[in-house]
Every structure is written in structure tokens, then in C-alpha cells.
């Protein structure tokens, strides 16, 4: 019997054996040797809802593996206001690489959970590896690709469209084991009405109205306030606009 190489656990370290990051994220395009020689060098915390994660304009040190939870991204004006710019799930890599300082504000939406490692041990590793390179480069594609599609979704579809949309991204991606066809999903929402409105360019009282009109239409399932309930995805990415 063939054993397939990304479920091999022969070499690897015992805290990469089961890990997401090992088979859906970037350290699956590692060899066990680098995966031991990143081990010794990483180390995993939990962060808070709320906790700060990476700061704008910080001079990067660490990336990060995204273990559970959701990251909020935002961009900061001048004056201090914040948009929020995207979200990152497990096994999103956290961190642009090649670069002295952080561009954006990293938050914990939900507790979040991080393996963490050098800056200069992953771009030395970087250089070694056309795999990781290409595995990072695809990453960061995909999060071009997801930016271009909420461009569209902020610009062209009805506030309807909008709050279905982001049901769907969070649906997706809030538990890579979940199988979304197999039957319901059920999650809390990472972000509150404020944020989801931001994220949206709605107001709040709009996001609670489609949230509503969801629910009365059978779409969602909604439990104390943030527990959302899926228990058709098809009838959800009906609603979204295409």
C-alpha cells in the first residue's frame, strides 16, 4: 500500500503531526528535516478576542501560521479611523514576506490560536525551497483573488447580497474539519453587527435588517443574537448574487 506523502508522519515533529498548517497551509511544502529545523524555532500562543496580533507600521519579526480562529486585517487613516480589509481563517499564513514593516493591523476577531516563527529562519527557507516559495506565492494570490471578488461584492451587489456573501466566506472557512455539503453548520459570528457592517460599507441597523429577512425566509437559523445556523448552503449562495 502507498502511504501519500502529506499524511506521512514518519520524521515530522510530534506537534506538526496534526496540524492544518502541515496539510492545507504553507509548511505542507516542507520536507520533515525543515519542518524539524522550524520546530525549534516556532512557538504556539493563544490570543484573546480583541488582542492586537501585528500593529500597523510594526517592524515585522515573527510570521504565523493561523491555527484556529479568525484574524481581522484593517488599514489605519491618518486620523485614526480604521477599515477592515479582510479576514484570515486556519491555515492562512499571517505575514507578508519580504518585507521590513507590517502594512496593515492584525486583530483577534475570535481567541485565536498561532504557531509563530522567524522572519529570517522562513525567507532563508524560502530561498531553499521553490515548493514553499510557490506555496506562499499561491496564499497570497488566493487573497488577491478573494480582495477582487469583495471589490465586486462591495461595488455592485444590494445590501442583501452583501450580508449573504459574507455569510457564505465565513460558512466556508470559520472550520476547515467541517464538511459544509454533510448537512447543517453552525458557528458564531466572529464579528459583531458593527464590524460586519464596516466590512460591508453598511449600517448596522442594514446588516440586523438582511440578517432578519434571512432568517424569516429560512435561509439562516439565528441563536442568541451571534450563533448562526447554515442548514442548506445552496439556499444561502442562492442569495448572494452569483
Not at 508522519?9 to 506537534?15: D, E, K, T
Not at 516542507?30 to 524555532?41: D, H, M, S, V, Y
Not at 530561498?127 to 465586486?152: C, G, I, P, T, Y
Amino acid at each position: 500500500m502507498t502511504i501519500r506523502q502529506d499524511v506521512h508522519s514518519a520524521g515530522i515533529p510530534v506537534l506538526c503531526r496534526s496540524c492544518e498548517a502541515r496539510h492545507r497551509g504553507v509548511c505542507g511544502a516542507l520536507e520533515p528535516n525543515q519542518l524539524i529545523k522550524l520546530a525549534k524555532t516556532s512557538s504556539r500562543r493563544a490570543v484573546p478576542p480583541g488582542g492586537e496580533l501585528v500593529g500597523d507600521a510594526e517592524a515585522v519579526e515573527r510570521y504565523s501560521n493561523v491555527l484556529s480562529g479568525v484574524v481581522k486585517l484593517t488599514k489605519s487613516l491618518p486620523d485614526g479611523r480604521q477599515q477592515i480589509v479582510g479576514l484570515q481563517f486556519a491555515p492562512d499564513f499571517l505575514g507578508r514576506p519580504f518585507k521590513a514593516e507590517s502594512a496593515i493591523n492584525a486583530e483577534a476577531a475570535t481567541e485565536v490560536s498561532l504557531c509563530s516563527f522567524p522572519k529570517t529562519v522562513i525567507e532563508r527557507m524560502m530561498k531553499d525551497s521553490q515548493e514553499l516559495e510557490h506555496r506562499l506565492l499561491e496564499q497570497k494570490l488566493n487573497e488577491l483573488d478573494d480582495a477582487r471578488s469583495w471589490m465586486v461584492a462591495l461595488g455592485r451587489k444590494t445590501a442583501s447580497e452583501k450580508v449573504a456573501s459574507f455569510l457564505l466566506m465565513i460558512t466556508r472557512n470559520i472550520d476547515p474539519a467541517v464538511d459544509v455539503a454533510a448537512g447543517p453548520t453552525s458557528y458564531d459570528l466572529p464579528l459583531s453587527r458593527s464590524d460586519i457592517a464596516d466590512f460591508l460599507g453598511l449600517t448596522i441597523e442594514t446588516v440586523s435588517r438582511q440578517l432578519t429577512r434571512l432568517r424569516a425566509d429560512g435561509v439562516i437559523r439565528i441563536e442568541n443574537h451571534r450563533h448562526i445556523i447554515v442548514d442548506s448552503l445552496s439556499r444561502l449562495e442562492q442569495r448572494c448574487g452569483g
